[in-house]
């Protein structure tokens, strides 16, 4: 599977801690060989953002990302929940 990460992705993730960085590494192989599975939480997200998904990093962070047309992942952003404010 191909992920694609934006610019928003790359920013957010440059700041997160070491600690994270490597979680996300983990979750990301992990999301790679089956993106539902089931420590991932992945799930669709409602309201204004009803075109994206999310699945957890940890208790606190997320990843926010969209399924493409042609078969690809784009990451959109690494955070908390307040990604979805």
Known sequence: MEIVYTDSF???YKMLSQ???KRVALKECTFKDEPFYPSLKTHKLHGKMKDFWAFSI??????IF???NDGSVRFDDVGTHK???
Do not use: A, Q, V
Not at 58 to 63: C, E, G, S, T
């Open 83 to 85: 990604l979805y404010e």
């Open 10 to 12: 790359k920013k957010s």
């Open 66 to 68: 969209k399924f493409m």
């Open 58 to 63: 940890n208790y606190d962070y997320r990843i």
């Open 19 to 21: 600690k994270l960085k």
